[in-house]
């Protein structure tokens, strides 16, 4: 698989963004798309979506998890289909419950390229909005 940059080229910055904001409501027949759930979330994030009962609060997991997915590919400057797949970025809580990035594949080898080892990444979400930014520096 080859890595695109959007014609920018791959260029070295001493902090990297990345945002995105998404409707809940949007992802409603989503959370029981077996298709859709295996080709952008892994397992664990699948296990950890649909650890609670609450269905509504599972559309809200899933929708934070997607905008997190989401924020960390605009970081890298690059989009799904551009040499990073969906399953190269998990999202997991920490033992503390805060989001932890682990990138695998594409995404590992660009963060690298990029000289970026430090990464955050925070969600927020209420029933009907979910938003996530991820912030990297060397």
């Known amino acids: 698989m080859k890595l695109v940059l959007h014609g920018v ?8 963004v990345g945002i995105d904001l998404v409707e809940v409501k949007r992802f ?3 959370i029981y798309n077996e298709s859709f759930l295996n080709r952008v979330f892994t397992i664990s994030e699948i296990e950890h979506i649909k650890s609670v009962s609450s269905v509504d609060f599972q559309l809200e997991r899933l929708a934070g ?15 799904v289909g551009n040499g990073v797949t969906w399953l190269e970025i ?15 594949g594409n995404a590992k080898k660009m963060m690298k390229m ?3 080892n430090n990464v955050d990444v925070s969600i ?12 990297a520096s060397e």
């Open 65 to 79: 998890k997607f905008a997190a997915k989401e924020a960390v590919l605009k970081m890298l400057g690059v989009g």
């Open 28 to 30: 409603h027949n989503d």
């Open 114 to 116: 990029l000289g970026l």
């Open 90 to 104: 998990e999202i997991l809580p920490d033992h503390w419950g805060k989001p932890k990035l682990s990138v695998s």
């Open 9 to 16: 080229g791959l260029r070295r910055e001493l902090m990297r």
């Open 124 to 135: 927020s979400h209420t029933s009907s909005l979910a938003t996530a930014i991820c912030v």
